[in-house]
């Protein structure tokens, strides 16, 4: 083996797979788009005519949907074609030309006499990929290209109203939301290639591509490629395959258009839009894109893959997939009416695990993808059309929090020159007559024959045949990236640690079903739900100890068992260790299902991807005991032991959210996402731990063509309030907003809403100022803490202030602040609004973001409500509002309320992306002092470091240093609900 073995990296089979993924593809999938365009770089072409995605489009495939005219698949169609005065013959697919000719097909007969193939449709029963059936001068009997002759393979179709046209081979029923249809019988179509009588071998094989010169061009869509060096510019490749038939662009083409002046069309666009042939798509194939190659009268076809990128741990992929999600989105009106909105790709963005998690990182790119939907659960996509604008996130761009995305191990990018090695399965139409289980011996024998690194190679073996794992009993078993996916766990932890092997299988989805703990719940899951007692599925716990581990009994160092003093054998664990340890196990589930990889292509969910915890619900929180006699997590604080704002403690660790305001595996409510009166705490600029997260980049603030203001309102018509015009640290109402009957420019608000209808002067209850300041003294700017001070005319306690904000003045969204119950006055006197029994007085709120060069218009409002009875204005005080003193208008007008605005110009808001250099995970490596809001709260789960991106408190660590065990990366730390 060598003498350094060590010094070598594992060879990954999965990156041997996808090196050589290459697939062909005729459409928009799960997996990703085809391409590249014919004008990109790495385009290939084809000299061959038809390949085997064509024979399954012509003949059928299992569970294919049936097309809606009762025709064939798509046919095969042969037609003379005289070009001045001599017959030439054009040979169609999908009503579109594939190749012209200057001799006709033909077959052979009963009698071995050949026989011209006539005009008319047939279906494709068998195509070789390469041109014709000879390598040089060898003839190949077996590559065949075959047809029906004298029969057809038709479709059948039952439309919306249940009525069946009566056409076809055969059919099922079946339904795609509340529309019956009919599925396409292939066996039907078998039976008929099958038959000798029928099936016909084309002489001389798959047709080549030819274009006579004498054939007018400007119906077709084509490219000159002729002048192009083979050597630099154009390559011939797969030539051990293929001959002389496959070839590659090497560079982009310096224009997108044919030489008819045509743009090339986007395969993107070619989708399972719905199984009603909207759009382009399975019925309806683009118009094909002929070259010209150099040599002699060359010609080929541009010959589409499916585009897997690189999305690996060290560099995932900066949009998560999100181009390429809104590339191929449907186009058609979809069943909310709206066109190009409905998931055809999946996103590339990989759910933060254990494994990926301290390489995840922050992405501004506008089209960033997140692989979780924004709302509601999952749905299965081969049933239901889910909208794209679940996982592309308003927060995504870079004037947001950006979105964090992650990778996984060794999805590295396929290799273009590697072609027509491996095909990925595809239940709608395969691409190739592949052998999916092979694909995976294949691989195995590649590596592990040929690698250098044979150290790691053999010791995978060994592992593999430690751990209980086979994917011949899982769901996936005949993808092969998956299950490549699980032998590569013992292959890439060849020099780590065993612990990390454990852990990696531990993680993995076909262990959770193999081993049956993937729907494990805690015991108080199903007892507080129905009452029942349910315990953990303990086979998992039971292996992982007895086959994994440590073992049934004792050992000493030399491998003899340990006896006790009666001379029996000791064991390691009991029944309750494993009763302990299968509890650990619970609310475990599959990441969700993206694209860029092979997997279930029906699946809503991953078999490749680290398993994630679920329901934290379902999650059992009760001590576990370790097998040493404590307890799993023995020296982790307990919540109540937690010091006072332990966040600023250290150890204490943050994990980035980006623009998503969600912590990961807590129980926030779905609606508090993006709801701006659930409001995080933000961090004071220049406080400790704000430098600590942000780590501040010292970018200079953004510029502004907002002129300098005076910070005094003066009355605006068009607003109709008072308005500060201008940039300045401040805007005061000044005298503007006295009284309320009395008031000036009544009724001082942006909307319209009017105050209180008593008009006498008798009771004086009225907002009479407002100021609004910037908490660092600068200019007021989006994204920035300001504090208002608001001065009312009060009678009593039970009197309301109501304090709100507007991003947008022009067309105000009002945003609750607080509500404050002013001090009692007797007689009402003038008074300035505080917060009382606080630390920090001051009424405070963070600026909305502003990312306009010109600055931004909002507003404040402040809302008197008064505690008068109107049937008793000196009577006792009535309370207004409910124990939290909620407000109970945005626009109170009772007779003695008063509502009353304010207007003023911001500078626009620092981006995240240019202020700090945020990190995925942080830990505090000493204590911090507090500033401002940090002060005056005890704990936090979710913080808003600068406007729009936050993050949470994720764990502290222990007090003292613990023992860990084998599982204890598995279990519940206190205080979180992470596992990691």
Wanted: include cysteine.
């Amino acid at each position: 083996m060598g003498e350094n073995q060590q010094s070598l990296s594992p060879t990954s089979h999965r990156a041997f797979f996808r090196e050589r993924l290459n697939p062909r593809a005729v459409e928009s999938y799960i997996y990703g788009i085809p391409g590249p365009k014919a004008c990109e770089k790495n385009a290939r072409f084809r000299r061959f005519a038809f390949t085997y995605k064509d024979k399954e489009l012509s003949r059928g495939f299992s569970g294919m949907w049936a097309g809606s005219s009762g025709l064939p698949f798509t046919p095969m169609e042969v037609e003379t074609l005289p070009i001045n005065g001599v017959n030439y013959y054009a040979v169609k697919f999908g009503g579109e030309i594939r190749t012209i000719l200057s001799n006709p097909l033909t077959y052979k007969d009963s009698n071995n006499l050949n026989v011209t193939l006539s005009d008319g449709n047939y279906t494709i029963c068998h195509a070789v990929e390469f041109v014709g059936d000879k390598f040089g001068d060898a003839t190949y009997t077996d590559a065949r290209f075959q047809v029906l002759v004298g029969d057809l393979c038709t479709s059948s179709y039952t439309n919306a109203g249940g009525v069946y046209d009566g056409k076809g081979d055969g059919s099922t029923s079946a339904r795609i939301g509340l529309t019956l249809v009919r599925i396409y019988d292939k066996n039907a179509c078998d039976a008929k290639c099958a038959d000798v009588t029928k099936v016909k071998v084309i002489e001389g094989g798959n047709p080549e591509v030819m274009i006579p010169d004498a054939f007018n061009k400007t119906s077709l869509s084509w490219i000159d490629l002729s002048a192009l060096d083979t050597n630099s510019e154009i390559i011939n490749i797969n030539t051990e395959r293929t001959h002389d038939s496959s070839w590659l662009l090497q560079n982009d083409l310096s224009t997108c258009t044919d030489q008819n002046g045509d743009e090339f069309p986007n395969p993107a666009r070619l989708a399972y839009t719905d199984y009603f042939s909207f759009g382009h798509g399975k019925y309806n194939l683009d118009k094909p894109i002929f070259a010209k190659l150099p040599g002699n009268n060359k010609w080929s076809l541009h010959d589409f893959r499916t585009q897997f990128k690189g999305n690996t741990l060290e560099n995932p992929l900066e949009d998560g997939g999100g181009a390429t999600v809104k590339a191929a989105a449907r186009s058609g009106d979809n069943d909310d009416g709206n066109p190009d909105t409905d998931l055809v790709v999946r996103c590339s963005n990989v759910q933060r695990n254990v494994f990926n998690e301290d390489q995840c990182r922050i992405s501004y790119h506008p089209d960033a993808c997140q692989s979780v939907p924004l709302q509601g659960a999952v749905v299965d996509p081969a049933n239901v059309v889910e909208p794209v604008w679940k996982y592309l996130p308003s927060y995504a761009g870079p004037d947001n929090g950006g979105v964090v995305v992650c990778g996984s191990e060794n999805e590295v990018a396929p290799i273009p020159t590697e072609d027509d090695h491996f095909d990925v399965t595809n239940r709608k139409v395969h691409s190739g007559s592949t052998d999916y289980m092979g694909q995976k011996l294949t691989v195995w024998f590649e590596v592990v024959l040929a690698a250098q690194d044979q150290l790691c190679q053999r010791l995978a073996f060994g592992l593999n045949k430690i751990f209980a794992t086979s994917t011949n009993s899982n769901s996936d078993s005949i993808n092969s990236e998956t299950n490549i996916g699980v032998y590569d766990n013992f292959v890439t932890s060849c020099f780590s640690t065993y612990r990390e092997v454990m852990r990696k299988v531990s993680f993995n989805q076909e262990m959770s079903e193999q081993l049956t703990f993937a729907t494990n719940k805690a015991v108080a899951t199903d007892w507080h739900r129905s009452r029942k007692l349910a315990w953990p599925d303990e086979n998992y716990a039971r292996e992982n100890l007895q086959l994994h581990s440590i073992g049934l009994l004792k050992l000493n160092d030399d491998g003899t068992p340990v006896l006790d003093r009666f001379e029996k054998r000791v064991a390691n664990y009991e029944q309750k260790h494993i009763f302990s340890a299968a509890k650990i196990w619970t609310s475990f589930g599959p990441s969700v299902r993206r694209g860029n990889y092979e997997d279930l292509d029906w699946s809503g969910t991953s078999y490749l991807d680290p398993l994630v915890l679920k329901d934290v619900s379902e999650r059992d929180w009760f001590p576990k005991i370790s097998s040493d006699g404590g307890y799993i997590g023995d020296k982790y604080p307990l919540c109540a032991d937690l010091p006072e704002r332990h966040f600023l403690r250290k150890g204490a660790t943050f994990r980035l959210l980006g623009g998503s305001s969600t912590p990961l595996w807590h129980n926030d409510q779905v609606h508090w996402e993006g709801n701006p009166e659930v409001q995080r705490m933000s961090l004071y600029p220049g406080s400790q731990l704000y430098n600590k997260l942000c780590n501040p980049t010292n970018a200079s603030l953004p510029s502004s063509t907002l002129f300098s203001g005076t910070g005094v309102a003066q009355y605006d018509a068009t607003f109709t309030a008072p308005f500060c015009q201008g940039s300045s640290n401040s805007c005061d109402s000044g005298t503007l907003l006295l009284g309320r009957a009395s008031e000036e420019n009544a009724s001082n608000t942006i909307d319209g809403c009017s105050d209180g209808k008593d008009n006498s002067t008798t009771y004086p209850d009225s907002v009479s100022r407002i100021i609004v300041t910037s908490i660092n003294g600068d200019d007021l700017r989006g994204g920035f803490d300001a504090k208002i001070n608001a001065t009312v005319i009060s009678r009593s306690r039970k009197d309301r202030v109501d304090f709100y904000f507007a991003s947008d003045a022009s067309s105000p969204v009002w945003q609750f602040i607080t509500t404050v119950n002013p001090l009692e006055t007797v007689p009402p006197r003038e008074m300035e609004v505080t917060l009382p029994y606080t630390r920090f007085p001051d009424i405070t709120y963070t600026l909305p973001k502003c990312v306009a060069a010109s600055g931004c218009k909002q507003a404040v409002r402040v809302v008197s409500r008064s505690s008068r009875d109107p049937s008793n204005p000196t009577g006792a005080p009535r309370t207004r509002g409910d124990a939290y003193m909620k407000p109970d208008s945005k626009c109170a007008n009772a007779p003695y309320d008063d509502v009353d605005d304010i207007v003023f110009e911001v500078l626009p808001s620092p981006k995240p992306k240019d202020t700090c250099s945020f990190q995925t995970l942080v830990t505090l490596d000493t204590n911090l002092e507090c500033q401002g809001r940090e002060c005056v709260v005890s704990t936090v789960r979710v913080v808003e470091v600068i406007a729009g991106m936050m993050i949470k408190i994720l764990r502290i660590l222990a007090v003292t240093e613990t023992t860990h065990q084998l599982t204890s990366n598995a279990t519940l730390k206190a205080c979180t609900m992470s596992i990691f």
